[in-house]
T-cell receptor
Framework: DTAVSQTPKYLVTQMGNDKSIKCEQN?????MYWYKQDSKKFLKIMFS???????INETVPNRFSPKSPDKAHLNLHINSLELGDSAVYFC????????????FGPGTRLTVT | KNEVEQSPQNLTAQEGEFITINCSYS?????LHWLQQHPGGGIVSLFM???GKKKHGRLIATINIQEKHSSLHITASHPRDSAVYVC????????????FGTGTRLTIIP
């Protein structure tokens, strides 16, 4: 049983395109996250949603727009892709005020050419 | 200077050795997480602790809140322990943001 799943696993696209990455968790958690891991393997928070409400929005270009249709899903839409957007994007979830432990998805490797 | 610093950045050891990875942070925190990232890229949460010590199998994590320092120990290391180990701190209750260290790449040689 997959706890946190992401699709697609790999995404290769050209500059200027718009793409989406989907994330789903079946853990019943109330909080979901998007992280970016750059070429230096450094992880950084991008967004977090708690019960479909945006609670963390780091300094991320407006081209990135998260959408949470329900507590189990948090999708990441990226407009006008740039070369610098190439990275691995990880989704995670947790149950705040209970365990706080975060469970990570397998990652989506985005390559912009 | 990062808020979360790890040392060493890279560590190579022989199978069976006792491993210590250190994490220091400069902000007040409510909890510290240790994560393991496999060579294939997957991330697994190993520990979350806010005080004292936790043990799971051959892994032990300790934290000293006063000194703003945590250590991850691996006893009887094995090649399958080869991975990147990352510590991350959570600022405060109600603030779920994790700030990550730069990771320690551990290689265990058979």
């Amino acid at each position: 049983d997959t706890a946190v799943s992401q699709t697609p696993k790999y995404l290769v696209t050209q500059m200027g395109n718009d793409k989406s990455i989907k994330c789903e968790q079946n853990l019943g958690h109330d909080t979901m996250y998007w992280y970016k891991q750059d070429s230096k393997k450094f992880l950084k928070i991008m967004f977090s949603y708690n019960n479909k409400e945006l609670i963390i929005n780091e300094t991320v270009p407006n081209r990135f727009s998260p959408k949470s249709p329900d507590k189990a899903h948090l999708n990441l839409h990226i407009n006008s892709l740039e070369l610098g957007d190439s990275a691995v994007y990880f989704c995670a979830s947790s149950q705040v005020r209970k365990t706080y432990e975060q469970y990570f998805g397998p990652g989506t490797r985005l390559t912009v050419t | 200077k990062n808020e979360v610093e790890q040392s060493p950045q890279n560590l190579t050891a022989q199978e069976g050795e006792f491993i210590t990875i250190n994490c220091s942070y400069s902000v007040g925190i409510s909890a510290l997480h240790w994560l393991q990232q496999h060579p294939g890229g997957g991330i697994v949460s190993l520990f979350m602790l806010s005080s004292g010590k936790k043990k799971h199998g051959r892994l032990i994590a300790t934290i000293n809140i006063q000194e703003k320092h945590s250590s991850l120990h691996i006893t009887a290391s094995h090649p399958r322990d080869s991975a990147v180990y990352v510590c991350a701190v959570r600022a405060g209750f109600g603030n779920e943001k994790l700030t990550f260290g730069t990771g320690t790449r551990l290689t265990i040689i058979p």
